[in-house]
T-cell receptor, first 114, second 110 residues
Framework: DAGVTQSPTHLIKTRGQQVTLRCSPKSGHDTVSWYQQALGQGPQFIFQYYEEEERQRGNFPDRFSGHQFPNYSSELNVNALLLGDSALYLC???FGGGAGDEQFFGPGTRLTVL | TQLLEQSPQFLSIQEGENLTVYCNSSSVFSSLQWYRQEPGEGPVLLVTVVTGGEVKKLKRLTFQFGDARKDSSLHITAAQPGDTGLYLCAGGGSNYKLTFGKGTLLTVNP
C-alpha cells in the first residue's frame, strides 16, 4: 500500500515564475492538506481540500491556490514566486480531515526560488 | 492566532541519557499530536492526546497532555541514536488545520 506521494522531489524556479506541485494521497484517504515548511521552522498550514473544494485556508496570499481531483489527488499552484517562497512543501492526507485525525505526510517537494 | 512554543530548540545528548521536550501555548487545543521528522522526509505521527491530564507511553517515549490542554511534554528514556530527529508538536482545534511548533532538533550521540 503506497503512502502519500509527491512530485517533483526538488524544483528550482526564478522569481516571478509559476509552479505546480502534485500530491497523491494514501489509499482510502479523501482529504488533502498542504503545508509550507521553511528552513528551521515547523510546517505552516496553507489549505485543505475535501470533496474537490477548499475547506479551510491558512494565512497565505491568493498567489497560493490548489485543486483536488475526483481521484482525491491534489495540486498546489504558486504564482508570481518570491524568494521567500523557498521551502519544503508538504502534503498530508487523511480520512475526513479533522484536526484530531491522523494525517500521513508525504516526503515533500523542496522548492528553491532564485 | 494560536501559537505553540517548543523548548528547547536544540538538544544534543549522549546515548543512554533521558530527556524531556516541552510544547506550550496560551491557547486551548482539542487535541495535540507529536511528530518526528527526519531529514528529507515528512513528519511521522508518534501519538495523539485528546484528554487533559492524559499520559500515553510508546516504548521508551512518554507523552503527557496538560490538565488545561494548553501544554504537552515528551519524555524519552535511555535515548538511542535512532531517536535523532526533529520533534514537532501540533495542536488541533475546532477547525481542520493543525498548528505546529517550530520543533526540537534532537541529536543522540553514540
Amino acid at each position: 500500500d503506497a503512502g502519500v506521494t509527491q512530485s517533483p522531489t526538488h524544483l528550482i524556479k526564478t522569481r516571478g515564475q509559476q509552479v505546480t506541485l502534485r500530491c497523491s494521497p494514501k489509499s482510502g484517504h479523501d482529504t488533502v492538506s498542504w503545508y509550507q515548511q521553511a528552513l528551521g521552522q515547523g510546517p505552516q498550514f496553507i489549505f485543505q481540500y475535501y470533496e474537490e473544494e477548499e475547506r479551510q485556508r491558512g494565512n497565505f496570499p491568493d498567489r497560493f491556490s490548489g485543486h483536488q481531483f475526483p481521484n482525491y489527488s491534489s495540486e498546489l499552484n504558486v504564482n508570481a514566486l518570491l524568494l521567500g517562497d523557498s521551502a519544503l512543501y508538504l502534503c498530508a492526507s487523511s480520512f475526513g480531515g479533522g484536526a484530531g485525525d491522523e494525517q500521513f505526510f508525504g516526503p515533500g517537494t523542496r522548492l528553491t526560488v532564485l | 492566532t494560536q501559537l505553540l512554543e517548543q523548548s528547547p530548540q536544540f538538544l544534543s545528548i549522549q546515548e543512554g541519557e533521558n530527556l524531556t521536550v516541552y510544547c506550550n501555548s496560551s491557547s486551548v487545543f482539542s487535541s495535540l499530536q507529536w511528530y518526528r521528522q527526519e531529514p528529507g522526509e515528512g513528519p511521522v505521527l508518534l501519538v495523539t492526546v485528546v484528554t487533559g491530564g492524559e499520559v500515553k507511553k510508546l516504548k521508551r517515549l512518554t507523552f503527557q497532555f496538560g490538565d488545561a490542554r494548553k501544554d504537552s511534554s515528551l519524555h524519552i528514556t535511555a535515548a538511542q541514536p535512532g531517536d535523532t530527529g526533529l520533534y514537532l508538536c501540533a495542536g488541533g482545534g475546532s477547525n481542520y488545520k493543525l498548528t505546529f511548533g517550530k520543533g526540537t532538533l534532537l541529536t543522540v550521540n553514540p
